[in-house]
């Protein structure tokens, strides 16, 4: 430990923060977590957001990439009371006319539901999830710098994943699987035109192949409980409430590690950061933002189509050129007349969500950066379109514009809730092409937010790759 401080200040308790607050801890250094907010977790906290008793996942609710997570399969969750319930059907689509598309169970079990593409869906899903464990070290590492450790899986997938969706969903040709690969490459908030949307669809796919698309049961706050426990118990402190506006006010530490991204970076470390750096920390790209609705039901969604029923997230937009349409207009700066909607419903597999009978219901669509729409009537419309009846469920409903997320967390710059675009050079080199990501020019702080690679989402890997690199530097053994 320093003589008047500690060994490592966290700013910043999102998941990725927290991991690497956990990995720093885990090696035997003492760390301080400080977060602006008045709970821990960033983007996976849970809170009664529109009637007591109904309990919603303010952003992330679905965590097939926890699931894929090394970081979180080294942590003992289920000591620290963490249960993540699986759906069986992974994610639906509905169509027009009371069909769907889904991910169920294994690639067999879903090519069976796709007529003539089926045997299309097997040859190119099919050796891609075998392949799974091979490859997520690698996307869920620091990518573009290392290199792979099974480079024919990873060259196999690179070469169906770089493509984009558009061009890769002309293999198929029925509307149900094009519109499933759609809906997976759409978590991109890229146009499907752009390269690398496949390999987003694809490994969304893959997953729901393997380990599924998990919920934590009582909420994702479960899920940040369980880490600053396991923080608190090797000696880490958490201050919550306390909003960090320069490097200078932060306790004297021999590491700190930032989970924000490099816009608030550059504002943190004022004058002290040269030049050449905050040029390049300039030039990050965000991403379009999303408008978020929760909403509290007297009953489930009345899909008409039954995998819709059972599907833990449901991808609603229609057919693949509904959903290129929607996701295009963003891109474009407008703001669709029929969203593409991510909707998930926690109540398939966790009643503790909502009381007796009753459900909570949460989801989003992307709009431009800084939007200050509020989409929930598009949205309802959206999901009325293929459950009708739907509007007459709801109890009450929470909004939340681009422009509130940010204010919400800081991280989410103008709605953008994965860090900064997911375009193929931010995923390769993002923040800046430097040869370590989470190094900065300031000797002894990193960035580890989801603006670090592996990127957006509830894994923990930017957070645990951080925090790797800083115990090299400190001379201090990383503990798996
Ligand atoms: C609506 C929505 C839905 C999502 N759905 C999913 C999903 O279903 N599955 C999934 O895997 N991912 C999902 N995500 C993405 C996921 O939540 C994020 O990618 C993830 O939380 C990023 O983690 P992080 O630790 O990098 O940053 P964050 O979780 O954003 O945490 C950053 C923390 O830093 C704090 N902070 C920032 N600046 C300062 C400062 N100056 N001083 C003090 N504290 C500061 C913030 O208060 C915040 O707590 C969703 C996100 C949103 C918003």
Known sequence: ?????????????????????????????????????????????????????????VCSAVHPLASASPFFAGTDLAAFGVR???????????????????????????????????????????????????????????????????????????????????????RFRGDEAKSLLAGAAAHTMLPLSKPLTSSFGLLFLMIAHSVGWPFVEGGSARLTDALVTELTSLGGRMETGRWVTSLRDLPKARAVLLDVTPRQFVALAG???????????????????????????????????????????VHVGG???????SEADV?????????????????????SRAPAGQQTLWGYCHVPRGSDVDMSARIEAQIERFAPGFRDLILARSVRTATEMERYNPNYVGGDISGGASTLWQTVLR???????????????????????????VHGMCGAWAARTALADLGARHRP
């Open 1 to 57: 430990m320093s003589s008047d401080g500690v060994d490592v200040v966290v700013v910043g308790s999102g998941p990725n923060g927290l991991a690497a607050a956990l990995t720093m801890a885990r090696a035997g250094l003492s760390v301080h977590v400080i977060d602006g907010a008045g709970t821990p977790g960033g983007g996976c906290r849970t809170e009664e957001l529109t009637l007591p008793g109904f309990w919603h996942d």
């Open 84 to 170: 993540l319930l699986t759906p069986k059907v992974a994610f639906a689509q509905p169509l027009d006319g009371g069909r769907a598309v889904a991910a169920t169970g294994s690639v067999d079990e879903t090519a069976a539901e796709l007529g003539p593409d089926a045997r299309t869906y097997r040859r190119l899903v099919g050796p891609l999830a075998q392949d799974l464990p091979l490859i997520l070290p690698t996307v869920l590492g620091p990518l573009g710098r290392t290199l792979p450790a099974h480079p024919l899986a990873m060259a196999r997938f690179g070469a169906e994943g770089l493509l984009p969706a558009s061009v890769l969903a002309r």
């Open 271 to 313: 004058d002290r950061l040269p030049a050449r750096s905050r040029r390049a920390l300039q030039r990050f790209r965000y991403g379009p933002g999303v408008c978020k609705v929760d909403w509290a039901l007297s009953g489930p969604v009345p899909w008409q189509a039954p995998a819709c029923r059972e599907a833990g997230t």
């Open 319 to 325: 057919t693949f050129a509904e959903v290129a349409a």
């Open 331 to 351: 891109a474009a700066g407008r703001h669709p007349e029929r969203p593409f909607c991510l909707i998930a419903q926690a109540g398939v597999v966790d009643p």
């Open 431 to 457: 923040p800046t092409p430097r040869w370590n990501p989470y190094r900065t020019a300031l000797p002894g702080v990193y960035l580890c937010s989801a603006s670090t690679p592996p990127g957006g989402g």
